[in-house]
């Protein structure tokens, strides 16, 4: 079957690079990443770090938007470096602490990426009152939407990600894929089977085996619809 707007296509490419990435990721080299990586601390695990930078690869996308920036930036623009075309990341983060640490981080990779540090706002999301970043639109690293969001943030101690797939779908366009990192950790779990339940088929969840922390892949299929089906609704303090 064929759309008018390409739109099945645009699914139907982000489930290969999906499935491409998750055969490669075993493969890539995290060797240009100076700091020590463990499956517990702060920064992205190594699966997950691995699993980007294969994701980029296979997505080959001109924008990825990232909350929660750290180790995983640099890997996504070292991932973006070797691409043909060219990609601008963004990545939120909404501390000046560690906006400023993944700034110096980043080296030569640096032009590449935006970064923006946002205060953490309580809004109201599909009907739930969660924290989310209060991002600047003017100072995106592209106007573009984004193939690939990487939802890493906000930490559980500042209210979690409750907000962040209603918020990674702002800046999303059919086929792109929107991945969370601890997606086995009881909130994010919650938060990710409360959604699909919501979005019903504007959505395909992927939950693929084998990372430390969880990790699930969203992939939007109908945007119009999906906005539709997480309108806010008034919820009271
Ligand atoms: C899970 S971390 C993001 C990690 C990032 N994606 C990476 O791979 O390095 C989520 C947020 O926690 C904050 N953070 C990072 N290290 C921290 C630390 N040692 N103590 C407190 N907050 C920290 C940062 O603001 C970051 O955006």
Redesign the pocket.
């Given at each position: 079957m064929t759309t008018t707007d390409g739109s099945l296509d645009r699914v139907v490419r982000a489930r290969e690079a999906l499935q491409d990435a998750l055969r490669g990721a075993d493969g890539v080299d995290l060797s240009f990443v100076e700091e020590p990586l463990d499956e517990h601390?702060?920064?992205?695990a190594p699966d997950?770090?691995r699993f980007l930078y294969a994701l980029v690869r296979a997505v080959e996308p001109r924008h990825v938007l990232?909350?929660?920036?750290?180790?995983?930036?640099?890997?996504l623009a070292q991932a973006a470096a070797g691409l043909e075309g060219t990609c601008a990341i963004t990545?939120?983060?909404?501390?000046p602490?560690?906006?400023a640490?993944?700034a110096e981080s980043l080296g030569a990779e640096a032009a590449s990426v935006t970064l923006q540090c946002a205060p953490l706002v309580a809004r109201v999301r599909a009907g739930v009152l969660a924290p989310c970043y209060l991002v600047d639109q003017g100072l995106l690293g592209s106007n573009r939407a984004a193939d690939l969001v990487?939802v890493?943030?906000?930490?559980l101690?500042?209210g979690g990600r409750d907000g962040m797939l209603p918020q990674a779908l702002e800046y999303a366009q059919c086929g792109s894929i929107i991945v969370f990192?601890?997606a086995g950790r009881d909130c994010e779990r919650d938060a990710i089977a409360r959604w699909e339940k919501q979005l019903g088929n504007a959505v395909e969840v992927h939950r693929p085996d084998g990372f430390a922390r969880g990790l699930a892949a969203v992939i939007l299929a109908a945007p119009t619809t999906a906005q539709i089906r997480l309108a806010p609704r008034a919820v009271h303090p």
């Open positions: 601390g702060w920064a992205g997950l770090l990232e909350f929660g920036s750290g180790v995983s930036t640099l890997v990545s939120v983060d909404h501390d602490r560690f906006a640490a993944t990487v890493d943030g906000p930490p101690v500042l990192d601890d």
